[in-house]
């Protein structure tokens, strides 16, 4: 069985080709990806205008790219995938026509994948593959969320982030320091210059006694610190700031994720979207999770960002269940707003 999975949901054009046997792991056949950093770096951040008019460019040539890399025809293709939400509806719109056409062309079945998912299922296409059940630590974008993950489609969701999350906590607190767009690996790499124990900053809600997150007030301190400063700030307070913002996101991203190994009992934690690629965040699980007895999973760090293998992926492993659902009108929506619990099986 051949998926081609389409990802469009944000920023990232991804085409990905991938096989699922009857039973066992689906594997990557070949994908490809184009990301908009350079065009939206003017702006700041991404603009959903034009990040729709790119998908437009980009999806057909990196499809006919990947198919022939992974030298197959169109007409080998038994469903085709695509990232219906959450994400930007103009974005996610490119991705849903393109798939939905393609599909009824060939006479074969579309599948809305949620991008979350995919996100979640992505480890499963690494060296280091996962089993169920897991605990799932999600950080993509403006989603930080915990899981319980008994099989696809089996979710029970944790704890989640109130207000900024994760990413938006990097993302902000890099654009206080002047380092542009994207903030998160920009911050990231000032950090590695600095001392995280030259500032103090909060560790929202890390003794609420629950497993949800608050990166809100995380990002006013820096702020307030950067006003603080003010033109006396130097590159090696930057950096200083950078890397004590870093440890106080990855001390609480860590901290609860091994409270929420204790709360469901399990051994294996799954870490997924684009502050999954952070290396101190995986350099201080890594040693904590050591020191449990616990196994932790990354995807690749290709397929950190939004990618269409993971779609692809997430598609082949519900459909090797019997619990995708096979559109065959090809009729499409999208849904900007999609909680994972909504999608479970």
């Known amino acids: 069985m051949i998926v081609l999975g389409i990802e469009s949901s944000c920023d990232e054009t991804g085409v990905a080709v991938v096989r699922a046997p009857a039973t066992g792991t689906p594997k990557l056949l070949a994908h490809a990806l184009h ?65 939905c056409s393609l599909a009824a062309a060939l006479g074969r079945p579309v599948i809305g994948v949620h991008h979350l ?43 989640e982030t109130i207000d900024d999350a994760a990413g938006e906590a990097f993302d902000k607190s890099a654009k206080l320091l002047g380092l542009g767009y994207p903030g998160g690996p920009a911050l990231a790499r000032l950090a590695a210059f600095g001392d995280p124990s030259a500032f103090t900053f909060p560790r929202p809600l890390l003794h609420s006694g629950n497993l949800d997150f608050s990166f809100a007030g995380l990002k006013t301190s820096v702020r307030n610190q950067v006003m603080k400063l003010g ?35 399990l051994t294996r934690i799954v870490v997924a979207g684009g502050v999954g690629a952070n290396a101190r965040l995986r350099e201080r699980l890594n040693i904590e999770c050591a020191t449990r007895q616990i196994r932790v999973h990354y995807p690749e760090l ?26 065959l009108d090809h009729a499409f929506n999208v849904q900007p707003r999609w909680a994972l619990a909504s999608a479970a099986a």
């Not at 033109?231 to 091994?258: F, M, P, Y």
């Open 117 to 159: 998912e995919g996100h979640l299922l992505s480890p499963f296409l690494s060296a280091d593959a996962p089993e169920f059940p897991f605990v799932a630590l999600l950080v993509s974008g403006g989603h930080t969320q915990l899981m319980r993950v008994d099989d696809v489609g089996s979710y029970e969701l944790l704890g």
């Open 302 to 327: 290709a397929l950190c960002t939004d990618n269409g293998a993971m779609i692809a992926l997430a598609a082949a492993m519900r459909l090797q269940r019997g619990t995708a659902v096979r559109q």
């Open 231 to 265: 033109t006396n700030v130097c590159e090696q307070d930057k950096a200083n700031i950078a890397a004590a913002t870093q440890e106080a996101i990855t001390d609480v991203l860590v901290r609860k994720s091994l409270k929420a190994l204790r709360h469901t009992g």
């Open 35 to 99: 990301s908009q950093i350079d065009m939206h770096q003017a702006y700041g951040g991404v603009v959903p205008e034009l990040a729709s008019r790119d998908h437009i460019r980009r999806v057909i040539p990196l499809a006919r790219h990947v198919l022939a890399e992974a030298g197959m025809s169109l007409a080998q293709i038994d469903h085709v995938a695509y990232t219906r939400g959450p994400g930007l509806a103009g974005a996610l719109l490119v991705g849903a026509g393109v798939a």
